[in-house]
T-cell receptor, first 115, second 112 residues
Framework: DTGVSQDPRHKITKRGQNVTFRCDPI?????LYWYRQTLGQGPEFLTY????????KSRLLSDRFSAERPKGSFSTLEIQRTEQGDSAMYLC?????????????FGPGTRLTVL | GNSVTQMEGPVTLSEEAFLTINCTYT??????LFWYVQYPGEGLQLLLK?????DKGSNKGFEATYRKETTSFHLEKGSVQVSDSAVYFC???????????FGTGTSLTVIP
């Protein structure tokens, strides 16, 4: 399977704990995006990378959230001191910057439940 | 700013019925427009897209036409099937492709 993959698919944690999610994009894609999706809503943009550079961050991304893409391939999203409001589906997507339409390919998501 | 407004659901149709899901957008410049579909337990999949005014995107019997004059991108299918049951998201990206803006999604259930 050469699509976008995410790990883990599900994560249950206690409030106050730190969690880290991983995303592996389509191999030739140089752009990688993180979104958050809550029940009954569309995905909300969090941040994106072009290669290893983090180029944009949403105001939704509090200082408890940090994302990295150290070698321009896979990316990690860490949430520190989790809160119940962080419970959501975290989606990763990738695209080719050269693609005029900006079409993004999504992974299956990581569902986070904070107890 | 950029935003997408789509028809609220849920929508329930009988098999072979005609489907329309409305989507309108607000954007600066000339965005690309997309419909994504999310089947139960799966990630978002691109259904169709249009990159300029009057373009028609089509796939699996679904169609949508980029209407600049009405800032709309309504999704249509002439005869739905049970397997079309899913959540449908309208989305736009600006010309840089830096950000996508999604609607809230419309849940469709097709009954036999």
């Amino acid at each position: 399977d050469t699509g976008v993959s995410q790990d883990p698919r599900h994560k249950i944690t206690k409030r106050g704990q730190n969690v880290t999610f991983r995303c592996d994009p389509i191999s030739e894609h140089n752009r990688l995006y993180w979104y958050r999706q809550t029940l009954g809503q569309g995905p909300e943009f969090l941040t994106y990378f072009q290669n290893e550079a983090q180029l944009e961050k949403s105001r939704l991304l509090s200082d408890r959230f940090s994302a990295e893409r150290p070698k321009g391939s896979f990316s990690t999203l860490e949430i520190q001191r989790t809160e119940q409001g962080d419970s959501a589906m975290y989606l990763c997507a990738s695209s080719l910057a050269a693609s005029g339409s900006g079409e993004q390919f999504f992974g299956p998501g990581t569902r986070l439940t904070v107890l | 700013g950029n935003s997408v407004t789509q028809m609220e659901g849920p929508v329930t149709l009988s098999e072979e019925a005609f489907l329309t899901i409305n989507c309108t957008y607000t954007a600066t410049g000339y965005p690309s427009l997309f419909w994504y579909v999310q089947y139960p337990g799966e990630g978002l999949q691109l259904l169709l897209k249009a990159t300029k005014a009057d373009d028609k995107g089509s796939n699996k019997g679904f169609e949508a036409t980029y209407r600049k004059e009405t800032t709309s991108f309504h999704l249509e299918k002439g005869s739905v099937q049970v397997s079309d049951s899913a959540v449908y998201f309208c989305a736009l990206s600006d010309r840089t492709g830096n950000q996508f803006y999604f609607g809230t999604g419309t849940s469709l259930t097709v009954i036999p």
